[in-house]
Structures are given as C-alpha cells and as structure tokens.
C-alpha cells in the first residue's frame, strides 16, 4: 500500500516522466485505435465497431483492470471495465464513445480519414478528436497511475460506448440493467471541448428535450374552395393561429405555468455567462442572421444555455406544389420541440403545451397533440466539488481557469447518468473549437491531447483529497 500524498504536497515527478518517455508509444497505441473504422450507424462497419471494443478491453485487462467486459446489448458492445481498490476514495464513472461518424464526403479530406496523420501539430482523421482521443486519453491516464505506482488514487467504472453517433438507442437500456454496478459519487462525461480561442472549458450543464407533433384535421379529403370556402374551418389557418398562441411576440413562451419549475439564474451564474467572450454582430454575420430574438432580460448565452425553447420544427399540409390548386386542405401538420432546462419535466411541458394547443382549438377542426420522445436535462453546480477539482486541474497544466459552458444541446449519456442513476454529471473534455468534428479533416491539437492526459491524471489524485 503507497501513502497517498498530502493535500497540495501531490508529487507527479514520476507520473510526468511517464507521460514524456511513453510519448512515442502513445501516439502508436492512439493511431492504431485511429485506422479501425468503427463507423456505428453503417451496417458493413459492425464488425470493426467490435473491433475496436476488443481493442480497448484487451488493453484494460492488460493494464489492471477487472471485470473487463465487450458487454452486448441489442445494437454496438458496451465496453465495461473497473478498478476499485482506493478504499474510502471517490468512485468515478468514465464515459466517452468509440464509434465515430461517416466520413462522407470522402473527396473533401487532405489525408484518409482512417489513416491518422501529423500536420501542424495536429492529429487528422476520423475520431481523432470525436471521440476516441478521449478513450485514448483515459486508457493512458489509468496506465500512468498502474504502470508508475501499482495503483490508482480513485475508483474507476469505466463506460465506453459504441452508438453515440447513431442514436445512444440501447445506452439506457443497458444502464437499467446494469444499475447495481454502476454504483458511483459522479459520472464524468469526455466527449466536449474548449471554448473559442482553445480557451479551457468546463461544460455543466446540458438542456433537455421534448418532442412532439400536432396534427390537426378538418375533412376526410380535401375540398374545392369554390364550393367550401366561407362555410368551413381551414385546417392549415387554424393550426396556423394555434402556433400563433404558443410565444409572444418578445420571443417569451405563452403556454400557462411553462417556466414555472425554471430554475433562475444565479448573480454567479449570470458573471459566469458574463465572462464568455461573444461577438454578437459576429454570431449574425456568421450565420447570416437578420438579427437575433429571444426572451428579454437574458442574453444569447444565457438564452442558449440556461432558458427553455419552443420551436416549430416543420409545417406541413395542403397544396405545395407549382402554380395553384384552390383547395381547402383535408389536414395540416407541425412538429414541434421544447428545449428543457433545470428544473423542468420533459412530460409536465408536455401536457402543459398540449393543454394550452387544445385550450385554442377553433371550432371545426380535430386537433391532436402527441409527444415523439422526450430527454432529460443535467447540470452540475459550479461550485459542485468535482467540477472544482476538474477547474483547478485545468488550471495548473493549462495556465488560465477554465470557463463554464452550458451547451444548448444534448449529450444522451449525461441525461441517463443524472436522470437514471441520479448522478451529478461532469464533462471535462480537451478538444479545440476547430476541430471539425463529423466534417471532412476532423483533427485535434497535440498540445491539447498532451495537457489532457497531465489534467486527468491529476484529477485522480484531486479527486482523492476531496470530499464528494
Ligand atoms: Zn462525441
């Protein structure tokens, strides 16, 4: 048993030499991860997406850990794998993914997609940032700890997933199964990145999701205006005024008791989202924007991180085609989705939006609201201890603290750690705001893969001085 190092008194003389000398050793072991093409989404790749999955256990096991398992579920192998002997010390999750996406459009990439290559002090191809540079990262980390000091400061539950980029279908799934083993004090998700200008980055929180579709309808087919017209209900206008009644004109939210369970901003949070550099008349140019709208009283990143959306996804019914056809359509359709923030619930938003569309029914039509899926949100506090310990990591190898993002967005795992298991969630990631990820040249920094590997292996011993 080795004495574990004093609070601040930490040493990784030996765990740095580690890192320095394995450097060339590293970068082979990642490149092989690199050349199998574990494509989960395309049926022909199912075997190399097994491959992979063997490729990563095997080197588990080799290092140390137990239980090390290619875990079927009904899609891509789960691959599982701990080590749990830091008596009294925290219990971590790791997640990433190791399958990646399609590498289509194949002629716009410089170099194969499956052949890593060295450019500029980058890595390009196919999962070299997304997300294999992160299983990467945390094989290597582990491997420090065993390799330099027969152990590790905390205990790991190792997840890697394998169709993150085809759906998460049966990640869920498998995590109800597996629940009892899965016992854990926080997950940590890598499968992020850093701000603009590779500015080092901690994202706390995710937003959820609920999806639905109205579907409204007037007639059994469609009717001749001629002989309608001024006499019936127009399914397409009344769905038109029936989303007319879901926002303000102030971009707010018009459904009754829709942020109620909101959970405000903090005068902490909001320096937080204060301190992230943004350019507005950038983010309208860059897209092509005629300006921005939203909610007043927040600004776009609190608006993008940390408020609820309602939008109209698609709108669809009666005659589409060239010229004109006087008709009085049968039917019309919309989808409709909410983004959902702490503390909301995906189904009370959505009975809450279907009571309000069925409230505004003109007479004459049969309208029907019903939910498509449904995603929770998660977000972990600022001044959560693992997000502090992950902060002062990033710090001391990277030399700035880091930012706090809330993305927009949606990462499946980290609403099914918090919302299934009942985990905070921590996403710690290393990737540069250029990487190209899913596009033609994906890439990540050296530099960045070197400091991620310093950072992690020094979150384990962080991790083992702080009470969770
Ligand atoms: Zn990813």
Known sequence: MTTAPQVGEANFADLDSFVDRTRDERLADFFE???????????????????TATFIADRLAAMGFEHVEVSPT????????????AEGAPTVIVYAHYDVQPVDPIDLWDTPPFEPTVKDGRIYGRGAADDKS???LHMW????????????????????????????DHFEPWIIANQ??????????????????????????LRGLVYMQIDVTGSELDLHSGTFGGNVQNPAAALASVIARLKNEDGSIAVPGFY???????????????????????????????????????????????????DVNGIWGGFQGEGSKTIIPAEAHAKISCRL??????????????????SNVPAGVEVTVRKINEGMWSLTPIDHPATQAAAACLEEVFGEAPVYLREGGSIPAGATFSSVLGLPVVLLGFIQPDD???????????????????????YWQKLSETAL
């Open 134 to 136: 992160h299983v990467y």
């Open 260 to 310: 109620d369970e909101v959970r405000p901003l903090t005068p902490r949070d909001r320096e937080e989202f204060a301190r992230l550099p943004f350019d507005e008349g950038e983010f309208v140019g860059s897209y092509g924007l005629h300006s921005v709208h939203g909610e007043p009283d927040f600004s776009v990143l609190e608006r993008r991180g940390a408020r609820p959306t309602l």
């Open 33 to 51: 991860l690199l050349r199998i093409p574990s494509i989960g989404t395309l049926s022909e790749h199912t075997d190399d997406v097994r491959a």
């Open 341 to 358: 923030v702490a503390d909301m619930s995906p189904d009370l938003t959505f009975q809450r939006v279907r009571d309000h569309v069925m």
């Open 74 to 85: 009904d899609g891509h192998p789960i691959v599982y794998a701990d080590w749990l002997h």
């Open 436 to 458: 190209q990820i899913h596009a033609p040249n994906e890439n990540v920094r050296l530099d960045n893969l070197e400091g991620g590997l310093r950072t992690i292996i020094r």
């Open 180 to 205: 009892d083993r899965l016992a854990a004090d926080f997950a940590l998700i890598s499968d992020t990145g850093f701000y603009e200008g590779n500015r080092p980055a901690l994202t706390i929180g």
């Open 141 to 168: 980390a582990a491997k420090a700890w065993l390799e330099s000091r027969g152990n590790l400061p905390v205990n790991l539950k190792i997840v890697f997933e394998g169709e993150e980029e085809s759906g998460s």
